[in-house]
């Protein structure tokens, strides 16, 4: 038996606030009733801001993060098109291995863990064709295995200064609604988020954001697909109802997560997000300790990728930080296994549980072999805390 709290430090799924899980304690209901559109209609709406898109085609369906990402893909290209992808952690890798299964010609850019998507190399490339081949351009806004946060401004204007005209494919599942996303200035054609992430629920939701573009690009588009068709969803959706049994608990946990979003204010809510990340940024570096991001410009405010000395097993910190202290904390994907803890710093969370993420790291890198001076990494995230974030830094990616 473990007593008091048990902490999650992943980043998804992230800590479900306790007015949202009570909110999600209703009886089964009707998803046919005349009034279910009472519930989800709003819904759609005010999912709307979190993407910021005023006309863009909000759908909600049943399934995760990675499930959307099969509908963007599959309503909106024909098989066999070319789409311009890179590849940087566990995330992207993914997202190339499913277009490859679901039959695209996959034009792939290997750059290191550790850093952001190939700007220049997306912007040489679409530049060198001529005859729009290019069918889509990829980009893993937030890669979660890494703990880096890429420009997706920066390859809206690559598109835009060779008059490219593919659509621009965003994962943003551990981005939107924490980090600063924009989805009509860059003009993104397909936004994809999961639930539990951001949003402060459960997984079983994948939402998405569609352009006007994409949509009409999804009326032609040949690629196979039966439960996740734009238009059957779209069609239900007018009226508040889905083509199939929508998962109504997680509905009413939207509704109030979505309130709190916007009780806070989503610039608010990006800027916290800012703030609790340094601070756990300030104490690794106290540490010394590396993150995976190459570079401060890269730096994610949902999740630090953390390198543990070279004699060090990551393994094992996560392991005694589990069992002895009752504390998740996220583990190295594929090639960074073993090399690499996360510590996820989204959602539902605050200064306190941040210290605690970083007190507890401590005790674990100290007994997995580590040196590490207990309260070094605390005492640098309280001294951020306590004075020096008062004054706001300047968010990265402000509109231009
Ligand atoms: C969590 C995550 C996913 C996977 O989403 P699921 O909801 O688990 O399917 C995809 N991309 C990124 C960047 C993520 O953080």
């Known amino acids: 038996m473990r007593t008091g709290q048990t902490h999650l430090f992943i980043p998804g799924p992230t800590n479900v606030p306790e007015a949202v899980r009570q909110a999600m304690n209703v009886p089964m209901q009707d998803m046919r009733a005349p009034d279910f559109g009472d519930l989800t209609l709003g819904l759609f709406e005010d999912l709307k801001p979190i993407f910021r898109t005023q006309t863009g085609q909000v759908m909600m369906f049943p399934g995760s993060g990675t499930g959307a990402w099969e509908a963007a893909m599959t309503n909106t290209l024909n ?79 690559a598109l835009d200064e060779c008059f490219h005209d593919a659509l621009l494919f965003v994962d943003g599942v551990s981005s939107i609604g924490s980090i600063d996303f924009r989805m009509d200035d860059w003009r993104v054609d397909l936004a994809v988020t999961g639930s539990q992430k951001g949003l402060m629920l459960p997984a079983g939701l994948g939402i998405l954001a569609v352009s006007e573009k994409a949509m009409e690009a999804s009326k032609t588009a040949t690629m196979r697909r039966a439960y996740f068709e734009f238009a059957d969803m779209v069609k239900m959706n007018a009226d508040g109802y889905f083509p199939y049994t929508p998962p109504t608990q997680l509905f009413h946990g939207l509704r109030k997560s ?68 009752g504390a998740s904390f996220g583990s190295g994907l594929g090639r960074l296994a073993g090399k690499v803890f996360r510590i996820g710093h989204l959602g539902d969370l605050n200064e306190g549980m941040c210290l605690t993420a970083l007190s507890i790291a401590e005790m674990s890198l100290a007994r997995a072999g580590a040196n590490i001076c207990f309260g070094s990494g605390v005492a640098a995230a309280q001294s951020w805390y306590a004075y020096e974030a008062v004054e706001q830094p300047k968010l990265r990616f402000a509109a231009e």
């Open 258 to 325: 979505l309130d709190r979003i916007h009780t806070e204010g989503l610039d608010n809510v990006v800027a916290r997000h800012n703030r609790l990340a340094e601070g756990v940024r300030r104490g690794v570096a106290a540490w010394g300790l590396d993150l995976v991001a190459e570079h401060h410009t890269l730096y994610s405010d949902t999740v630090s990728a953390i390198r543990v000395p070279r004699d060090i097993d990551a393994r094992d910190v996560l392991c005694i930080a589990y069992e002895d202290f």
């Open 79 to 157: 098989p066999g098109d070319k789409v311009l992808m890179s590849r940087f952690g566990q995330f992207s890798t993914l997202w190339v291995q499913m277009a490859e299964r679901l039959g695209l010609a996959v034009e792939v850019i290997d750059v290191p863990w550790g850093a952001g998507v190939p700007v220049k190399e997306y912007a040489r490339r679409l530049g060198a064709d001529k005859n729009d081949e290019i069918k889509a351009v990829f980009v893993t806004h937030n890669e979660t295995a890494t703990g880096v946060t890429s420009d997706v401004a920066a390859v809206r204007r």
